[in-house]
């Protein structure tokens, strides 16, 4: 992996609650088009990295450097501005809105009515879901309907198209499976691979291995806030993984 | 042919008389369309009961209810007041919040517009002397509202217990300050306008009806308004889309301030005298103009349309009662059993459209 610039590094990071150590000293790299799994048993460190990546916590000492460039960030929407784009397990969507509106929530776009009176652009964010939704393979016909009327899959791809909408290059996703049925965690995986595609880094946690197998191309294994291991995984299995995670 | 169609998808519905539609639009369909008749509720409340009144007031005393200038106008000098509070709280229940104050911010507001004009109409001329008073009275309403907004944003007050608090508080202050009895007014320039008309429609009725105007254009078309329906719908969300939540829920606070302090203002225009009580008994009023108006009170949903049906059901109910000469305390039944049925209907509606996500 030393090709070229990396997309995203992390160089030694490290960090700690008053007494806790919750990082320490963790290196890792995610190239474009890269999928990087993180791995690790409860409490060895995946939050807090993702966390440090996306501007919620300022590391204790080390580095981030986007495409080379160190990162100093002070709060998530620093991150995103950067396109650092976090995926929520909970996935953060107002239900009550639409797709378009979800897509846009805190950045809404004005138009003038009537040449004078200030309003949203609703027809710019149907606009802009219809298109952003093509390019993630999924077809709405309602776009004005609440996304609380789209299935777990479906809203899960909303999230994902609005980190894609606003040109995201990271995208961080916790645990994106977890709460979905077996043909909505295919959806997601195809998400993935789409995001790969073009050309985004994917970070991607998970405790389930199938899911991990399925997707990334990488492997970063964390135990008690530090470095387990690094495959890749074309040549590893299950069992060393898992030999990583619990530590053998 | 048809029945063949729909086997080759699997759809397993009965044929519909050639009735070919892919099943997850059709759907989407049905569900919108009961969605819709939920929406339209106080609409059609409203529709019902003018219906209701006209008839019965045809059938027993050959007379025209509704198509009569004068109850349209009586109706609708009689809506102002819970109209207003109404539209305030409708802000406020969609973010999933309740302002209790509202009621005594509108007692104190008048008595506080009855005062100042009072003061300044030797100095300043009746007409300018309204308008100070209109601002200053206002101005007041707005900082109990901050007050609230501060509770509610920074301190992390539940609303239901941070506003019952500011209830006491705008209570006490109201009565205080009017000595505790009615302030009256001396400026017939502020009777004139709590009782003028313009083309026969009431000023204050038409002052309301601008300033409703102005708060649905707020609530639907700009970002306070979809901010304000993010942060009802789930609150984290709004966050991490960089929605600067203690700033929104301050000025959401003050904005029902305000509308209660209008309310007053017009209270006292229309009576020429400002009381501290007001609009103690208008508070449930509104909170039920806004149910029965389509809001749910777990937040996420409401509009200032169905608010002002909302509104307009009680105003019909309580005026038409009285109209076709019926004990008045049926009013408290016939407003309590339309507040149950609207909550019914807005359950039933939950219901559907839960069965269907859980598909």
Same mark, same amino acid.
């Given at each position: 992996?030393?090709?070229?610039?990396?997309?995203?590094?992390?160089?030694?990071?490290?960090?700690?609650?008053?007494?806790?150590?919750?990082?320490?000293?963790?290196?890792?790299?995610?190239?474009?088009?890269?999928?990087?799994?993180?791995?690790?048993?409860?409490?060895?460190?995946?939050?807090?990295?993702?966390?440090?990546?996306?501007?919620?916590?300022?590391?204790?000492?080390?580095?981030?450097?986007?495409?080379?460039?160190?990162?100093?960030?002070?709060?998530?929407?620093?991150?995103?501005?950067?396109?650092?784009?976090?995926?929520?397990?909970?996935?953060?969507?107002?239900?009550?809105?639409?797709?378009?509106?979800?897509?846009?929530?805190?950045?809404?776009?004005?138009?003038?009515?009537?040449?004078?009176?200030?309003?949203?652009?609703?027809?710019?964010?149907?606009?802009?879901?219809?298109?952003?939704?093509?390019?993630?393979?999924?077809?709405?016909?309602?776009?004005?309907?609440?996304?609380?009327?789209?299935?777990?899959?479906?809203?899960?791809?909303?999230?994902?198209?609005?980190?894609?909408?606003?040109?995201?290059?990271?995208?961080?996703?916790?645990?994106?499976?977890?709460?979905?049925?077996?043909?909505?965690?295919?959806?997601?995986?195809?998400?993935?691979?789409?995001?790969?595609?073009?050309?985004?880094?994917?970070?991607?946690?998970?405790?389930?291995?199938?899911?991990?197998?399925?997707?990334?191309?990488?492997?970063?294994?964390?135990?008690?806030?530090?470095?387990?291991?690094?495959?890749?995984?074309?040549?590893?299995?299950?069992?060393?993984?898992?030999?990583?995670?619990?530590?053998? | 042919?048809?029945?063949?169609?729909?086997?080759?998808?699997?759809?397993?519905?009965?044929?519909?008389?050639?009735?070919?539609?892919?099943?997850?639009?059709?759907?989407?369909?049905?569900?919108?369309?009961?969605?819709?008749?939920?929406?339209?509720?106080?609409?059609?409340?409203?529709?019902?009961?003018?219906?209701?009144?006209?008839?019965?007031?045809?059938?027993?005393?050959?007379?025209?209810?509704?198509?009569?200038?004068?109850?349209?106008?009586?109706?609708?000098?009689?809506?102002?007041?819970?109209?207003?509070?109404?539209?305030?709280?409708?802000?406020?229940?969609?973010?999933?919040?309740?302002?209790?104050?509202?009621?005594?911010?509108?007692?104190?507001?008048?008595?506080?517009?009855?005062?100042?004009?009072?003061?300044?109409?030797? *100095? @300043?001329?009746?007409? &300018? $002397?309204?308008?100070?008073? %209109?601002?200053?009275?206002?101005?007041? #309403?707005?900082?109990? /509202?901050?007050?609230?907004?501060?509770?509610?944003?920074?301190?992390?007050?539940?609303?239901?217990?941070?506003?019952?608090?500011?209830?006491?508080?705008?209570?006490?202050?109201?009565?205080?300050?009017?000595?505790?009895?009615?302030?009256?007014?001396?400026?017939?320039?502020?009777?004139?306008?709590?009782?003028?008309?313009?083309?026969?429609?009431?000023?204050?009725?038409?002052?309301?009806?601008?300033?409703?105007?102005?708060?649905?254009?707020?609530?639907?078309?700009?970002?306070?308004?979809?901010?304000?329906?993010?942060?009802?719908?789930?609150?984290?969300?709004?966050?991490?889309?960089?929605?600067?939540?203690?700033?929104?829920?301050?000025?959401?606070?003050?904005?029902? *301030? @305000?509308?209660?302090? &209008? $309310?007053?203002?017009?209270? %006292?225009?229309?009576?020429?005298?400002? #009381?501290?009580?007001? /609009?103690?008994?208008?508070?449930?009023?509104?909170?039920?103009?806004?149910?029965?108006?389509?809001?749910?009170?777990?937040?996420?949903?409401?509009?200032?349309?169905?608010?002002?049906?909302?509104?307009?059901?009680?105003?019909?109910?309580?005026?038409?009662?009285?109209?076709?000469?019926?004990?008045?305390?049926?009013?408290?039944?016939?407003?309590?059993?339309?507040?149950?049925?609207?909550?019914?209907?807005?359950?039933?509606?939950?219901?559907?459209?839960?069965?269907?996500?859980?598909?």
């Amino acid at each position: 992996m030393s090709e070229a610039t990396p997309l995203l590094e992390v160089r030694n990071l490290s960090k700690s609650f008053g007494a806790v150590q919750a990082l320490c000293d963790l290196s890792m790299q995610v190239a474009a088009g890269e999928v990087v799994a993180l791995a690790g048993d409860n409490g060895a460190g995946k939050t807090t990295l993702i966390k440090a990546i996306s501007g919620v916590y300022r590391p204790s000492s080390g580095k981030v450097l986007l495409e080379g460039e160190e990162m100093n960030f002070s709060s998530p929407q620093e991150a995103r501005e950067r396109g650092i784009e976090t995926i929520y397990q909970d996935l953060a969507l107002a239900d009550n809105l639409s797709i378009g509106a979800n897509i846009f929530l805190g950045r809404e776009p004005m138009t003038k009515r009537w040449g004078f009176l200030p309003v949203m652009d609703r027809k710019k964010m149907a606009d802009a879901a219809r298109e952003t939704m093509a390019l993630l393979d999924f077809h709405v016909n309602r776009l004005d309907a609440p996304v609380s009327n789209f299935s777990g899959g479906q809203r899960q791809a909303v999230a994902i198209g609005r980190a894609v909408y606003w040109n995201a290059r990271i995208l961080i996703m916790d645990e994106p499976t977890a709460a979905l049925g077996v043909p909505e965690q295919r959806k997601v995986i195809s998400l993935i691979h789409q995001l790969k595609a073009q050309g985004r880094g994917v970070i991607f946690i998970s405790h389930n291995l199938q899911d991990i197998f399925a997707v990334s191309d990488r492997i970063v294994v964390l135990r008690r806030g530090v470095m387990a291991g690094e495959r890749r995984i074309a040549e590893t299995t299950h069992d060393e993984v898992v030999k990583l995670m619990v530590g053998g | 042919m048809t029945t063949d169609a729909k086997t080759e998808t699997g759809q397993t519905t009965p044929p519909q008389g050639g009735h070919v539609s892919p099943p997850a639009d059709h759907a989407e369909t049905a569900k919108t369309t009961i969605q819709r008749i939920a929406d339209l509720r106080a609409w059609l409340f409203l529709a019902a009961l003018i219906i209701g009144f006209e008839l019965w007031s045809r059938l027993s005393f050959g007379g025209t209810f509704i198509f009569n200038p004068f109850n349209i106008t009586s109706i609708a000098v009689f809506a102002v007041a819970p109209l207003l509070l109404a539209t305030g709280q409708t802000f406020v229940i969609i973010t999933g919040g309740i302002d209790l104050s509202m009621g005594f911010i509108m007692g104190l507001a008048a008595v506080v517009a009855a005062h100042v004009i009072n003061w300044a109409t030797p *100095g @300043m001329g009746m007409p &300018l $002397a309204v308008l100070f008073g %209109a601002l200053v009275a206002i101005g007041v #309403a707005m900082i109990p /509202g901050f007050i609230n907004g501060i509770l509610v944003s920074r301190l992390r007050v539940p609303p239901f217990i941070g506003t019952l608090g500011m209830f006491g508080v705008a209570r006490g202050v109201a009565f205080l300050l009017a000595g505790g009895t009615t302030v009256p007014v001396q400026n017939s320039f502020f009777a004139a306008l709590g009782n003028g008309r313009i083309w026969g429609i009431p000023w204050i009725v038409i002052i309301t009806a601008v300033f409703v105007l102005v708060m649905h254009y707020i609530l639907s078309q700009t970002r306070f308004g979809q901010h304000n329906y993010a942060i009802g719908a789930n609150e984290q969300a709004a966050r991490r889309a960089g929605i600067d939540i203690k700033a929104h829920l301050l000025k959401l606070y003050i904005l029902s *301030g @305000m509308c209660a302090g &209008l $309310a007053g203002f017009l209270y %006292a225009a229309r009576f020429s005298a400002g #009381a501290a009580q007001a /609009g103690e008994p208008l508070l449930l009023d509104s909170v039920a103009a806004v149910v029965i108006g389509g809001a749910s009170l777990f937040g996420g949903s409401g509009t200032i349309l169905g608010t002002v049906a909302g509104a307009f059901v009680i105003a019909v109910i309580q005026y038409g009662l009285v109209f076709i000469n019926v004990e008045p305390f049926w009013q408290f039944i016939s407003v309590g059993v339309v507040i149950i049925i609207s909550v019914l209907i807005d359950q039933a509606q939950r219901r559907i459209s839960g069965g269907r996500q859980s598909e």
